[in-house]
């Protein structure tokens, strides 16, 4: 008899296995800096995509989906007077993230960033009229990632979830970057655990 494959089912929140699924781990953090996730369409159900692990830990935080056909994303909102737009990408002008930065307007901040290849986001970037003209900022120095989900060709890179984690960490304070990383480290650890091989079952 031909083998059948088994599927298993997911979890439509996290995309993890159910067995793996993530989602009792959250907690919700209130915070006065908005994310706002620009989402390559690609990203938005890969299992290893680690932006939406800061968009279910942060209230004020959204996305939107750029590359859709039928639905361009409208980042309009992004230029409320009302609030200080940085862009967290290293682009040759960024500017380190820094408190003395964050200091230099009374401005609640948006922190836009873009999630997706690298080479999407640098065309996300430069491609948005709203993204190019604001202030690129990169986060500050740290450990290597703790990514092990995906090839980086720079061992200097960040998955998307570790660079908010250090950037809201200058922005709102050390809580912030402690939980974005905590549920990082566990998204991380389940997908391994969940690509680790079944046993075989012995057979009498």
Known sequence: MGSRTHRHPRCESCFL???YCMCAEFRTLETRTKLALIWHRDEQRKS?????????????????VRGLKDAPADLTP????????????????????TSSLVQESDLPITLAV?????????????????????????????PRSRYRLRFARDPDHL????????????????????????????????????????PMTSKD
């Open 48 to 64: 290893t995509n680690t932006g939406r692990l800061a968009l279910r830990t942060l209230s004020n935080a959204e996305a939107y």
């Open 17 to 19: 296995h159910i067995e």
């Open 159 to 198: 998955s998307t979830a570790e660079a908010i984690a250090r950037a809201f960490g200058v922005i709102e304070g050390l809580h912030a970057q402690d939980e974005i990383e905590r549920i990082f480290g566990i998204m991380v650890e389940r997908t391994l655990e969940m690509r680790q091989p079944s």
């Open 114 to 142: 873009p999630d997706a290849t690298w080479r999407q986001a640098r065309n996300m970037v430069r491609r948005e009229p709203i993204l190019a003209g604001a202030t690129k900022v990169i986060p500050p120095p740290g």
């Open 78 to 97: 992004l230029t409320s007077p009302e609030r200080r737009l940085l862009v967290l990408f290293p682009d040759d002008d960024a500017r380190p993230l």
